[in-house]
């Protein structure tokens, strides 16, 4: 079990990312938008790697990889925290984590990171481009993105459909450390997180 585990951390650390899908990120503009986790002066990341270690052994006692965040409005922080909660969990020495941002309605993930790529979930789901070409490392080891760059109409009725159905089934198995993070829209508001 120890040489498993020894392995699996080296392969960890040898994580390389498609240079086109690498983006660099600047680090004002993440603290102007409270995403904190990546500095460890910060008070603020202490919270998050908190909330981290309760989420990882509750993940780890029920063997889940997903985890859905919600608000019951907007404007709430849920997406500061799925970010911050992200890249705290992919600055465990044995996860990696990545961001989905199925808020479809008004998709945010990619205005706080800071970032702009050009391919994002709105062209996979037109077949306009495959998943690999979606799914962004903005420079932080072990993290990664599936941004939606525009809002994309009757959000709730794509969210059913059998390719988001097996994009999800996809990133779930695809890597035993992965743990994937939903950003999704106030459930006051919409019926999507359902």
Do not use: C
């Given at each position: 079990r120890?040489?498993?585990?020894v392995?699996?951390?080296?392969?960890?650390?040898?994580?390389?990312?498609?240079?086109?899908?690498?983006v660099?990120?600047?680090?004002?503009?993440?603290?102007?938008?409270?995403?904190?986790a990546?500095?460890?002066?910060?008070?603020?990341?202490?919270?998050?790697?908190a909330?981290?270690?309760?989420?990882?052994?509750?993940?780890d006692?029920?063997?889940?990889?997903?985890?859905?965040?919600?608000?019951?409005?907007q404007?709430?922080?849920?997406?500061?925290m799925?970010?911050?909660?992200?890249i705290?969990?992919a600055?465990?020495?044995?996860?990696?984590?990545?961001?989905?941002d199925?808020?479809?309605?008004?998709?945010?993930?990619?205005?706080?990171?800071?970032?702009?790529h050009?391919?994002?979930?709105?062209?996979?789901l037109?077949?306009?481009?495959?998943?690999?070409?979606?799914?962004?490392?903005?420079s932080?080891?072990r993290?990664?993105v599936?941004?939606?760059?525009?809002?994309?109409?009757?959000?709730?009725?794509?969210l059913?459909?059998?390719?988001?159905?097996?994009?999800i089934s996809?990133?779930?198995?695809?890597?035993?450390?992965?743990v994937?993070?939903?950003?999704?829209?106030p459930?006051?508001?919409?019926?999507?997180?359902?």
């Open positions: 120890q040489a498993t585990s392995k699996h951390d080296e392969m960890l650390e040898k994580i390389v990312y498609n240079q086109e899908n690498v660099e990120i600047n680090h004002k503009h993440l603290e102007e938008n409270r995403i904190v990546l500095d460890k002066m910060n008070p603020g990341s202490w919270v998050f790697d909330l981290r270690t309760q989420v990882l052994q509750k993940l006692e029920n063997n889940w990889k997903t985890i859905a965040i919600v608000s019951p409005t404007s709430s922080g849920k997406t500061m799925a970010i911050n909660l992200a705290s969990i600055q465990s020495p044995n996860k990696t984590s990545m961001v989905v199925f808020d479809m309605r008004k998709p945010k993930v990619s205005k706080y990171l800071g970032i702009n050009k391919k994002s979930l709105n062209e996979y037109k077949n306009e481009a495959d998943l690999s070409e979606i799914i962004v490392n903005p932080v080891p993290f990664t599936i941004p939606t760059n525009t809002p994309v109409k009757k959000s709730s009725e794509v059913s459909l059998s390719k988001v159905r097996g994009l996809d990133l779930k198995d695809r890597y035993e450390s992965r994937i993070i939903y950003d999704l829209p459930i006051l508001q919409a019926d999507d997180a359902m």
